[in-house]
């Protein structure tokens, strides 16, 4: 529907629709004080419209119903400020209400809210009114709770961990998990943009340097890395195999050893053993990565002055069930990978509960207790065991096993030939709000050989696509569009060219997609931070296809 169309609705059909809106809607203004709430909202709260209209957002919900604890008061308060003074939508974490109102039936239980903050923006780009949506997300809660008190693994049965704590951790990590994926939307677009600048170095034409060239691999290699690291902080406390790949593990331990020398301080020596026709296995490289750090940096915790490290890799094989360590292995070929330490080493007490999420001997604030956790829920996902040898005062040996895998190739070579670019003639048109970026992409795409238009927000985009007709076969475009929201922007696109394609940005976790209405199974998405050879190349299937 074009604007003019839409003006000369009645405003009474507005009112309608804002009403029976199936979400809880507000509108407050910018001094917080409420302008509007929709029928959902009345209903959820079952008070008087007229009670809540030209009050303060916060005297509301704080002091007249007791609804907000405090901190949740100020996370939305900072929120709304960021808000104000970014002029962007904002998604806050999940805020506590009390026990309080007929929105809060749950059986003693408070009830957890996520908002939606969006501003409205006049044609001066001055904030109007910010529209707040309000979701009760209290069931997933419930369900998180009833899923941990069903699935009580064995941690729980042989230690009884305090049920309380246990929830509270996991809604705090819920939360964290929310503001991570904000702060990492904006680190991958910092590291999209030196890959694509490094490829464009290392792929000019010009004799470069093997200097220079040696360089921009390794600024590429440790901004790859600084990705995948991003990615474990958005998925940590997420047990399923996130993007199971054929790895060589001696190829992942390399590439870790050049960044260890940050790590280790060199008072401890560090000896590597790998195994040279070391088995392949299929996991998520992220979560290898993470087994491997968290050894290491556990050995390295146990050496107070000097001392050695050992990793090593070898295979191995049982033809029949075996018990070892923590878990049963079917018959079949493994690879073992042994993180040795010259430390401290470790009292029967203290290895009898070092897998329990949160158990910590180091000082307050050095360790969280959840390292050996999630190693271990790892290798549990993978079908693998964790065997472990230490003695008080001599060292620690930790044997990891993991299945191998069939596939004697492994993505991790294939990915560093993979250098044969191949580029096309159609009509891009790129939509990105942040200038570096949008600025390289369209230079690489316009260099291999692609017709490319640029915009930074929806509406231009969408003006574009109106001068330059229909020419268009693909949009590039993140999910995060300022000025448009993202569903509507998608619907005007569609009506303009009915056979467009997408191809979704994302620097955030499939969570937040899902959030925004796009679906697993039908979003094709490039996940930053990306390098050239992974764009073309999807920018070529996905307008073949
Ligand atoms: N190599 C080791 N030598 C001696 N003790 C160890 C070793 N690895 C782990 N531990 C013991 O196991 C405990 C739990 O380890 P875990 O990695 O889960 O947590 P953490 O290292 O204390 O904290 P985080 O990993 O979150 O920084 C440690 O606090 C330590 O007491
Ligand atoms: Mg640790």
């Known amino acids: 529907m074009d604007k003019k169309k839409l003006s000369n609705l009645e405003p009474n059909i507005f009112k309608n629709v804002f009403n029976n809106l199936p979400e809880i809607y507000l509108v407050i203004s910018k001094n917080f004080t409420v302008n509007a709430a929709n029928f959902q909202f009345i209903n959820a709260l079952s008070i008087d419209y007229n009670k809540i209209i030209g009050t303060n957002l916060f005297s509301f919900l704080g002091k007249k119903f007791n609804l907000l604890e405090n901190k949740s008061a100020d996370i939305l308060k900072l929120s709304l400020q960021n808000v104000l003074k970014e002029k962007i939508q904002k998604i806050t974490s999940i805020l506590e209400f009390k026990d309080h109102g007929k929105l809060y039936e749950l059986q003693n239980n408070n009830k957890f809210f996520i908002f939606s903050i969006n501003p409205v923006l006049d044609s001066h780009k001055n904030i109007e009114c910010i529209i707040l949506k309000i979701d009760d997300v209290s069931e997933s809660v419930k369900l998180k709770i009833e899923v941990i008190e069903k699935n009580k693994n064995f941690l729980e049965k042989r230690y009884s961990i305090n049920e309380k704590e246990k929830i509270q951790n996991s809604i705090k990590m819920e939360t964290l998990g929310k503001l991570t994926s904000g702060i990492s939307h904006d680190i991958n677009n910092l590291l999209t943009i030196i890959n694509l600048n490094c490829d464009i170095i290392l792929n000019s034409s010009q004799n470069i340097s093997p200097v220079v060239k040696k360089q921009c691999s390794q600024i590429k290699k440790t901004s790859k890395y600084a990705g995948r690291l991003m ?46 026709d070391l088995y392949n296995i299929k996991i998520d490289q992220g979560q290898m990565e993470q087994i491997i750090l968290n050894l290491i940096i556990n050995s390295r915790d146990a050496i107070s002055d000097t001392g050695k490290i050992k990793i090593e890799t070898t295979n191995f094989c049982t033809e029949t069930e075996l018990t070892l360590g923590s878990h049963k292995l ?41 390292g050996l956790a999630t190693v271990y829920s790892i290798v549990e996902n993978y079908k693998g065991t964790i065997e472990i040898k230490t003695e008080l005062g001599k060292g620690t040996t930790f044997n990891i096993y993991l299945p191998a895998s069939d596939i004697k190739e492994n993505s991790l070579a294939k990915e560093e030939e993979h250098q044969n670019l191949i580029g096309g003639h159609e009509a891009i048109l790129v939509i990105e709000d942040k200038e570096d970026l949008k600025e390289v992409m369209v230079s690489v795409l316009r260099s291999h050989g692609y017709f490319v238009a640029a915009a930074s927000h929806g509406r231009e985009a969408i003006e574009l696509i109106k001068n330059e007709g229909q020419k268009f076969r693909l949009i590039i475009m993140d999910v995060i569009l300022p000025k448009m929201p993202f569903k509507l922007f998608i619907q005007e696109a569609r009506a303009l060219i009915p056979n467009i394609k997408i191809l979704y940005i994302s620097g955030n976790s499939h969570d937040v997609l899902q959030q925004f209405g796009i679906n697993n199974n039908e979003m094709i998405c490039i996940e930053k931070p990306f390098v050239i050879s992974t764009l073309l190349k999807k920018v070529r299937n996905i307008i073949d296809k």
């Open 231 to 276: 990615q474990q902080i958005l998925n940590f406390g997420k047990a399923q195999p996130l993007n199971p790949k054929v790895i060589n593990v001696n190829i992942i331990i390399s590439e870790i050893e050049k960044m260890l020398f940050r790590l280790i301080n060199e008072n401890i020596e560090l000896e590597l053993n790998l195994k040279e």
């Open 330 to 370: 079917i018959q079949g070929n493994y690879i073992v990978l042994s993180v040795s330490d010259s430390g401290i080493g470790m009292s029967p007490e203290t290895q009898a509960r070092i897998f329990e999420p949160y158990f910590s001997t180091k000082e307050q604030g050095k360790g969280t207790g959840l």
